[in-house]
């Protein structure tokens, strides 16, 4: 069991750009997080999956953001005509839930974008 | 909104007992309280879990009150790498961020 993986570690961009960030969650967990995190704050939740269903959206996640996990096992973070307030951290994090199981999630190390 | 209130920060010298309180007044009655602490740069990291009993893993103690309105962390002997933000999260479907505590432990 490697962990979650995140990819890149650091993205720097232009204002206008399109970016995309991959997470590889632990093998087998079957929900999958999507959490931003600026500077001083808590993570906040984006969006999660439960295998390839996407089954919730925060109202934080504009219509420039999109989410896949078309395969049920690694998903995509996509942010279209990036702005200077997408900069933050990006966490993924993934959990398995089992009937009367607990449900810690596992977060990876989070991708920081900085968008210029 | 998080469910739950922390104190905003906290100190605690090494070697010590670090207590960590945490209020959830508002929880309902299948709602679990976990805890994760995040190290500067890194992704949180899961530490304990409990619904109504104490629980104690290889990490720390989670005491719950009986009412369930608040609970305590307990590192049982701090060290400096247990300098982090500890948040107290009541879980649904998702986990719901405050603010957390910030710990400083100290020679």
């Known amino acids: 069991d490697t962990g979650v993986s995140q990819d890149p570690r650091h993205k720097i961009t232009k204002r206008g750009q399109n970016v995309t960030f991959r997470c590889d969650p632990i093998?087998?967990?079957?929900?999958l997080y999507w959490y931003r995190q600026t500077l001083g704050q808590g993570p906040e939740f984006l969006t999660y999956?439960?295998?390839?269903?996407?089954?919730?959206k925060s109202r934080l996640l504009s219509d420039r953001f999109s989410a896949e996990r078309p395969k049920g096992s690694f998903s995509t973070l996509e942010i279209q005509r990036t702005e200077q307030g997408d900069s933050a951290m990006y966490l993924c994090?993934?959990?398995?839930?089992?009937?009367?199981?607990?449900?810690?999630?596992?977060f990876g190390p989070g991708t920081r974008l900085t968008v210029t | 909104d998080a469910k739950t209130t922390q104190p905003p920060s906290m100190d605690c010298a090494e070697g010590r007992a670090a207590n960590l309180p945490c209020n959830h007044s508002?929880?309902?009655?299948?709602?679990?309280v976990y805890w994760y602490r995040q190290i500067h740069s890194q992704g949180p990291q899961y530490i304990i879990h409990?619904?109504?009993n104490n629980e104690t893993n290889e990490m720390a103690s989670l005491i719950i009150t009986e009412d369930r309105k608040s609970s305590t962390l307990i590192l049982p002997h701090a060290t400096l790498r247990d300098t982090a933000v500890y948040y107290c999260?009541?879980?649904?479907?998702?986990?719901?961020f405050g603010t957390g505590t910030r710990l400083q432990v100290f020679p």
């Open positions: 999956f439960q295998n390839e269903a996407q089954l919730e």
């Open positions: 093998s087998e967990h079957n929900r």
């Open positions: 994090a993934s959990s398995q839930i089992v009937t009367g199981g607990s449900y810690e999630q596992y």
């Open positions: 409990g619904l109504k």
């Open positions: 508002t929880i309902s009655g299948n709602e679990y």
């Open positions: 999260i009541v879980y649904t479907d998702k986990l719901i």
